[in-house]
């Protein structure tokens, strides 16, 4: 096992050392380590095989390319110019991770905020800015822009493990922007595809912002997914870009737990068909524990106009505001209304 620190420096002369700097983050890797620089490296193979920061490739799908099940790909933030005010330089791809490999995607940088982390941003095409075909792929630290595109942020395509696999995905610590369309049906920023599955997946830590939708289950056609956890994530607002922030149709989700997100303000995109803050379909099970919700005393579950929820999702400890400009009650607990 190797560890990679984003932050410190050291100084070797001899045998002597010297280490400068707290690291940012400590990452443990298994398996082979391969790195991405897309102002310095090259694609060109020789000693551009990716094995250090100094031979690094240009490209992220040269890295995936070349990297073997379990191994790790990190990512280094683009050069950006000061006068880059609105939107940092890109990695244009559109990336798919294949069924055969297990890989970790790790952008370096401080946290999910748009030009702190590396961005993929294709500007064109149907196509997610990553798709996901292996079980157990971990992705951190990452900037997915969708403007221009319609295939959104991330898709999760798996088949039940017939010829692919999302199984064990964990999303943390990205950041998802522009990820459009008219309504829930069209992209999103983190998406499962009809057929459902992907089970056990952990969204966790995450900056959502002007997405269509940011988390979206479109369907259940082959299997219900499982034990889905959503947690501490900040989702989208503009209200007048936005349909709905979690959307689950279909048969639902068996184990869905909604924890200590921020959900900023009421959906109202103008061509949008759902405009609440979540709308979860009849068969889901778990718990919306511990969230904050930009609203004035909206009501939620069933078909109410704050959320939309069977009663096996269990409301638990969800604040919102009471009422307008009266400070007090700005911590009204939120119940369960049929």
């Known amino acids: 096992m190797g560890f990679l620190n984003f932050g410190p420096r050291t100084l070797r002369v001899g045998d002597i050392s010297l280490t400068a700097g707290t690291p940012i983050a400590r990452f443990p890797y298994f398996g082979t380590a391969y790195y991405v620089d897309g102002d310095n490296g090259s694609d ?52 798919t991770i294949p069924a055969s490999k297990r890989l970790a995607l790790i952008g370096q940088g401080g946290g999910p905020v748009q030009g702190q982390q590396p961005q993929i941003k294709k500007g064109s095409g149907t196509a997610a800015q990553l798709t996901i075909r292996s079980a157990g792929c971990y992705i951190r630290g990452l900037t997915f822009n969708g403007i221009s595109a319609t295939g959104g942020g ?32 069209v992209a999103g920023a983190i998406r499962w595809t009809a057929a459902g599955n992907a089970w056990q997946v952990r969204i966790v830590g995450n900056r959502f912002y002007k997405n269509v939708t940011d988390i979206c289950i479109p369907g259940t056609g082959t299997t219900v997914p499982q034990d889905v956890v959503i947690e501490d994530n900040i989702f989208s607002s503009p209200a007048a870009m936005v349909d709905c922030n979690i959307y ?11 924890n200590r997100n921020v959900f900023p303000v009421l959906p109202a995109l103008s061509t949008g068909t759902v405009k609440k ?36 999702m269990f409301l638990v400890n969800n604040r919102q505001q009471a009422a307008v400009a009266q400070e007090a009650a700005n911590l009204s607990p939120i119940g369960y209304t049929a």
């Open 44 to 95: 060109a193979g020789g000693a551009a095989n990716g094995k250090s920061s100094t031979h690094a490739f240009a490209t992220i799908a040269a890295a995936i390319t070349a990297a073997s099940d379990g191994d790790t790909i990190f990512i280094k933030t683009r050069t950006m110019p000061y006068t880059q005010d609105t939107d940092p330089v890109s990695y244009a791809e559109a990336l």
């Open 154 to 185: 991330i898709l999760l395509d798996d088949d039940l493990g017939v010829s692919k696999s999302a199984f064990g995905t964990v999303i943390e610590g990205c950041m998802f922007k522009n990820c459009l369309g008219a309504d829930v049906s």
């Open 248 to 258: 689950v149709a279909g048969s639902g989700v068996g184990g869905l737990f909604i």
């Open 277 to 312: 803050f979540y709308s979860l379909a009849t068969g889901c099970l778990g718990a919306i524990s511990n969230n904050a919700f930009g609203s004035t005393a909206l009501t939620f579950g069933g078909t109410n106009t704050g959320g939309g929820h069977p009663a096996t």
